[in-house]
């Protein structure tokens, strides 16, 4: 990857999410053999198939909206993608073989992998003249802090389960969803979602994002802080300002959906993302509020990690992907539209049929009802993971 061009780096790098996206769906016919199935499927989403794609697009979206040429050589950047996908398969292995220093090294890589990269943003970011949106970039500093808060926190936890073990799977859930994901996709839907619904940025939005990004930022801090030590009041004044951050910066977005409401797979997909986040919050600070201890909001949280694993994160993940990997492999308007075409195939039926079958399954039902859901839900990755796959493995410079 020394002088890769920008079409085959994402071909390559395109198929890195790709594939833990491929894992999760063996994973889901393969989970009654495997104690720990429910641990290894949310570190393949995050921990795999997330995270690679946010240190690709992260970097990608950091030279647009710096207007900094893209490097002609890759070499640093396929170096932190491979000593990342190192730890992300030592820290599976190790949390799934019951070999916790194994997947103690793996989150070692982890941390050393994304503190390169934040370090890599910290210069751009340095040497970069002013630019209007370079808000976004702070967005990726901040979510970089919070997983690298976050890493550590989980890797202790492989090597101890004492009374503590609540509190910080409480802080180690919270920082690397609320802070690593979801400080990210509000940084990049600034810029991302007009472009999506070709239209012009709502009025104010970069104001809009710059204000809301302390917001989070405190809010998370704080919240990070009152779930450590169990403090009720501060958790709940952490969790309020999260959820005024995330409301204002998606503000300007609802204005833009308004005058052009999405018309496609990918446009639909992330704007029910959107709406699953704000229920994933809203549910959370109820399991979290009403909770008499830390090991009761551990037991409620599975209520929260639905809609945020597979409504927000998940079909955040497929939207984006679905839009920006036929524009990066290039070739031409005409490709271009072959490959869009390809990934929008049934792209009413996938979104109904994601967004009904996940509203089912948080709902209380019997045992067969959740396995039909579930099974829905993973063919509509499939019907995402085949095309996707065929468009990167056909595509060419």
């Known amino acids: ?31 009654p053999f495997l104690p720990a199935w429910r641990w290894l499927a949310i570190h393949l989403l995050l921990l795999g198939a ?33 000593v990342l996908n190192v730890g992300v398969c030592a820290v599976l292995v190790g949390g799934t073989a019951d070999r916790p220093w194994v997947g103690v090294g793996g989150a070692a890589l982890v941390f050393a992998a994304v503190a390169a990269h934040l370090a890599w943003l910290a210069r751009r970011l340095r040497r970069a003249l002013p630019a209007r949106f370079r808000v976004t970039v702070h967005y990726y500093l901040a979510a970089s802090l919070a997983l690298l808060a976050g890493v550590p926190v989980g890797a202790g ?20 969803l609320l802070g690593w994901v979801t400080l990210t996709v509000l940084g990049t839907l600034l810029t991302l979602w007009p472009t999506m619904l070709r239209t012009r940025m709502a009025d104010g939005a970069a104001r809009a994002a710059a204000v809301a990004l302390p917001l989070a930022c405190v809010g998370l801090l704080l919240l990070g802080l009152g779930l450590l030590a169990w403090w009720r009041a501060v958790t709940a004044v952490g969790l309020a300002l999260f959820l005024l951050g995330v409301s204002v910066a998606l503000r300007p977005a609802l204005a833009v959906a308004r005058g052009r409401p999405p018309y496609a797979f990918a446009t639909w997909s992330l704007a029910a993302a959107a709406g699953w986040l704000l229920v994933a919050l ?11 201890e830390p090991a ?16 927000f994160v998940g079909q955040v993940l497929v939207g984006a992907l679905t839009y920006l990997l036929p524009v990066v492999l290039g ?18 039926q996938r979104v109904a049929m994601t967004n009904a079958a996940l509203a089912v399954f ?12 579930s099974l829905l839900i993973l063919a509509a990755l499939v019907q995402f993971l085949v095309p996707a796959a065929r468009v990167l493995l056909t595509a060419r410079r």
Request: aromatic share 6%; hydrophobic share 50%.
């Open 362 to 373: 948080a709902l209380p039902s019997p045992p067969y009802v959740r396995i039909t859901t």
């Open 157 to 176: 936890m492989l090597l101890t389960d004492d009374a503590h073990r609540p509190r910080l799977l409480l802080f180690h859930a919270h920082v690397n």
């Open 50 to 82: 997330v995270t690679n794609a946010i240190l690709v697009w992260s970097a990608h979206f950091t030279a647009a909206v710096l207007r900094t040429p893209v490097p002609s050589r890759r070499r640093p950047e396929g170096v932190r993608l491979a």
């Open 296 to 311: 009761t909001a551990v037991d409620r949280f599975g209520q929260v990690l639905i809609p945020l694993l597979v409504g």
């Open 1 to 31: 990857m020394a002088t890769t061009g920008r079409a085959a780096w994402h071909r390559r790098t395109g198929l890195l999410p790709i594939a833990y996206l491929g894992g999760l769906v063996a994973l889901g016919f393969a989970h």
């Open 282 to 292: 809203a549910v959370d600070a109820v399991t979290l509020l009403t909770a008499t």
């Open 331 to 348: 070739g031409g308007p005409a490709p271009v539209r072959a490959r869009a075409a390809l990934l929008d195939r049934h792209g009413p």
